[in-house]
């Protein structure tokens, strides 16, 4: 996902809004997390209903007074809001780890045309990889609540599994039943892999697999 913002200005949505500016900054900072793209806009009433909720939300993924550690997941507000007056109004009710865009810059509605937003409010939840993990969270969000991550991180999890989202990140509360039964399962794979192959060692050294020797 880091490629999507290289080259951007990504603001943070604190008291001083911080400006990540640099490659460095936006690749440690979006660098193998998901990415919930949040679009919405300040006149939109269902936008205001929803906001309340996914703020707590993300809260309680990343927020050390909630977890241990936080979750390697990042939001991030793409407004679609007719004026800049409006955006920063609506990012008042966003949590401060929030990132936006700065309103000047129109690859907010690149963003809206390229992830086909078509209704109001829309979560697309892209993998590390920038891939659509989900198109539109939002009735995921307020059906499940925080649950939704350990769905997120699993599918991300198997989908590609060259990226590993530590169990560190994630509460004890959080982990997935299934993670041994998945973990056991690539294992007797491996084995089986391993056992085909000294079986050829074996024969391609002239020895069958008994180990004797040539005939008398």
Do not use: H
């Amino acid at each position: 996902m880091v490629d999507l913002f290289i080259g951007r200005i990504l603001v943070k949505n604190n008291k001083d809004q911080d400006e990540l500016d640099t490659e460095r900054e936006i690749v440690l900072r979006l660098q193998n997390r998901i990415l919930m793209l949040f679009f919405a806009s300040a006149a939109c009433e269902s936008c205001q209903q929803f906001a309340p909720t996914l703020a707590d939300f993300f809260r309680r993924l990343t927020d050390e007074s909630y977890v241990d550690r936080s979750a390697q997941l990042v939001l991030m507000y793409i407004s679609l809001d007719q004026s800049e007056e409006q955006q920063e109004s609506f990012l008042k009710e966003l949590p401060k780890k929030c990132l936006f865009l700065p309103y000047e810059d129109p690859y907010r509605r690149e963003l809206e045309a390229m992830f086909n937003v078509e209704e109001l409010p829309t979560v697309v939840v892209l993998r590390p990889d920038c891939s659509i993990l989900i198109p539109n969270a939002v009735k995921e969000i307020l059906s499940l609540g925080p649950d939704c991550y350990r769905n997120w991180q699993e599918a991300a999890e198997l989908i590609n599994r060259n990226f590993m989202i530590s169990e560190d990140f994630e509460p004890k509360s959080m982990r997935s039943w299934s993670d041994p039964v998945r973990r056991l399962k690539y294992k007797v794979e491996d084995e089986r892999k391993e056992k085909k192959k000294k079986r050829r060692r074996g024969l391609g050294a002239g020895g069958d697999e008994d180990g004797g020797g040539s005939p008398l």
